[in-house]
């Protein structure tokens, strides 16, 4: 059986459509997969979150609306790669810290039922408290979480995303898992076949890191990857410099509209064997304000994606 790289989206773009029309849309611009959105209602505090496309205590519960689900993905020729929640497991507000973590295990729950068996997260961060006291913080936390992605099955790919770009995550960001330094750790402290990377280069190439070489040392944890650009503003770098908040110096942008160079990313993950799922994620502010630009953003990321993968 020939195997290979299937590309698809995260969701949460698509905010304002249902399931199936979602599906729909993931089909008709010929992706492969899709990362389904999974928060809790109620909305969320940031941009791209508190997007639901799958109701994870419903799927827990109802057994008419899992084969719902998994029959229309499959009518239509869509993969779910992972469910998608991305929260501050590690918030410095104890009741948003549990009120994050209880969902976090129904999400990965609800992707063993589904046979989807991969969760895509953040580890968190208490953005008021140094590196040392925020591993201290995983130690307490993090292992309760992956062995309960054990007994499920369900791998967990956290995103290296810093969740750092203004103000509002001073000074230290939301999200512990941002550089391979850290990630040595966290993965000695935890050893477990089911904790890994979601990894996107985007967020490396802003922090002026390398986005290759990581691909080579962590290939065992390369679980589930994201394809998103960034654009440094070199011009506003220069006068602001790299102690600003990110987004004063740099703009996310779909893929081929940034610095990334993309040719090079894909021939790495083709190195290391990589086949499983590469999901687009727009965040780019150019293709906001219409569902035309939207879908816009989508279709030119995977006609743009072809070429390499």
Not at 109 to 137: C, H, P, W
């Amino acid at each position: 059986m020939i195997t290979y790289m299937k590309i698809g989206f995260i969701t949460s773009i698509l905010d304002d459509y249902g399931y199936e029309e979602m599906v729909d849309t993931a089909s008709a611009l010929r992706f492969d997969c899709v990362e389904a959105a999974c928060w809790p209602a109620g909305g969320a505090e940031r941009r791209y979150a508190g997007v639901s496309h799958i109701d994870v205590g419903r799927v827990i519960e109802d057994e008419a609306y899992r084969k719902h689900i998994l029959a229309y993905a499959e009518e239509k020729n869509v993969e779910i790669s992972a469910l998608a929640f991305y929260p501050n497991t590690m918030d410095g507000d104890l009741k948003k810290r549990d009120e994050n973590i209880c969902h976090l295990k129904k999400v990965i729950k609800a992707s063993a039922l589904l046979g989807v068996y991969m969760t895509t997260t953040f580890i968190g961060r208490d953005q008021n408290k140094t590196i040392e006291e925020n591993l201290e913080l995983f130690d307490a936390i993090w292992p309760d979480i992956i062995r309960y992605a054990e007994e499920n099955q369900v791998k967990i790919g956290i995103e290296n995303c810093p969740m750092l770009f203004g103000p509002d995550q001073w000074p230290g960001g939301q999200n512990l898992m941002t550089t391979p330094v850290i990630w040595r750790e966290l993965f000695r402290r935890i050893e477990s076949g089911n904790f890994g990377l979601n990894y996107d280069p985007s967020h490396f190439l802003w922090q002026g890191m390398d986005y290759i070489k990581p691909i080579y040392e962590f290939r065992d944890k390369m679980f589930h990857i994201h394809f998103k650009d960034i654009k440094i503003q070199k011009d506003k770098l220069a006068e602001c410099g790299i102690m600003a908040y990110p987004l004063d110096y740099m703009q996310p942008k779909i893929p081929g509209l940034g610095d990334i160079d993309w040719g090079a990313f894909v021939s790495a993950l083709t190195d290391i064997g990589y086949d499983g799922y590469a999901c687009v994620e727009v965040e780019d502010r150019a293709f906001e304000g219409s569902r035309e630009k939207v879908i816009k953003s989508l279709s030119q990321s995977r006609k743009y994606l072809e070429q390499f993968v």
